[in-house]
């Protein structure tokens, strides 16, 4: 619910979110992890039961306790004591995914340290199409209205 009214929120306003930043090797990411099954965030292991069993290569992750929402946190067993991966190319898909600017749409922040920063930018394109469409339909700029509305 609170993700699509972000979403709209975006649309209205003529935002996308961007990230932007780099990755700084830390692997707090990857001992801070929350897993999701069917759009729902793991809170049992009965729930981590039924994601093994749709994506087996979970194995690697290990839970570790619950955060303040009560969501299960997971340590990854293929993250070296330096921080690296240790299976990089074979990494599953919800390590090839993050950070995504999807996350600003689902509420999550990034970790505090973390080196890319996750923000609502401008959507330039969808501006200029929006632009596009008033000129065609023969309507100036919206800077050009309101000069012509101060003259008036
Ligand atoms: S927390 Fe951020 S900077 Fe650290 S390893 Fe993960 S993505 Fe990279
Ligand atoms: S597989 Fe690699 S990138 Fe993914 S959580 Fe484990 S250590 Fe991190």
Request: proline share 4%; net charge positive.
């Amino acid at each position: 619910m609170m993700e699509r009214v972000r979403r709209l929120w975006l649309r209205l306003c003529g935002r996308r979110p961007v990230l932007t930043g780099e990755c700084l090797r830390c692997g707090q990411c990857c001992r801070g992890i929350h897993l999701k099954l069917d759009a729902r965030w793991l809170r049992s292991e009965a729930d981590f039961q039924r994601a093994l069993a749709k994506y087996p290569r979970y194995r690697i992750f290990e839970i570790t306790g619950r955060d303040a929402r009560g969501l299960l946190r997971f340590s990854c067993t293929r993250l070296s004591e330096s921080g690296l991966c240790t299976d990089y190319e074979n990494r599953p898909s919800v390590c090839r995914n993050y950070p995504s600017p999807a996350m600003f749409c689902a509420g999550a922040r990034l970790i505090e340290g973390c080196g890319f920063r996750l923000k609502a930018s401008r959507d330039f394109e969808r501006l200029l199409g929006r632009e596009m469409r008033r000129r065609a339909r023969g309507k100036g700029p919206v800077v050009e209205e309101r000069e012509e509305a101060r003259r008036r």
